[in-house]
């Protein structure tokens, strides 16, 4: 087997044993923790009032000014760049809407010993298509009690 179709082989095991990711539950999307989902956020200027008090002298009364940044609204667009519309991509499965739980690494731990390949995969790093990324995949021949180290 080559290093490639190794490779190829472990995230086919993957993806067979990963299930519906529990925070978007298959959404790929979460709400933006920016805004709530709101898509915007109040003004941080004027604390969104839309404004505020200004005294120009000791005797005179406060004259009301707007606020410039949000045009008097009290409210400006959610400040998140990956915010759209309230919504940003899951973070737990990397906006692919699958998941590996405890149980389904255990599968995949099991179906990989039994090909002779052991990996270590951290469940919260994952490449920007989504694969997780692999470290220290180790194989073993039974003919050969030593393993090989692939990457
Ligand atoms: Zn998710
Ligand atoms: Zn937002
Ligand atoms: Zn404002």
Redesign the pocket.
């Known amino acids: 087997m080559t290093q490639s179709e190794m490779l190829k082989l472990i995230h086919d095991v993957i993806r067979k044993h990963e299930s519906t990711c529990e925070m978007c539950w298959g959404g790929r999307e979460i709400y933006c923790p920016t805004c709530n989902g709101e898509a915007s956020i109040p003004?941080p200027?004027?604390g969104?009032r839309?404004?505020g008090d200004v005294i120009d002298s000791p005797t005179a009364e406060p004259r009301w000014v707007e606020?410039d940044?949000?045009q008097?609204?009290?409210w400006?667009d959610c400040t998140n760049p990956a915010c759209q519309n309230g919504r940003v991509p899951c973070t737990r499965c990397a906006a692919t809407g699958l998941d590996l739980s405890d149980d389904d690494l255990e599968r995949v731990n099991a179906e990989l010993a039994e090909q002779g390949i052991v990996i270590s995969l951290d469940r919260r790093r994952r490449d920007k298509a989504g694969r997780y990324i692999l470290s220290n995949i180790t194989t073993f021949d039974p003919d050969q009690p030593l393993p090989k180290i692939v990457t």
């Open positions: 003004c200027d004027c969104g839309g404004g606020c940044r949000c008097s609204l009290g400006i």
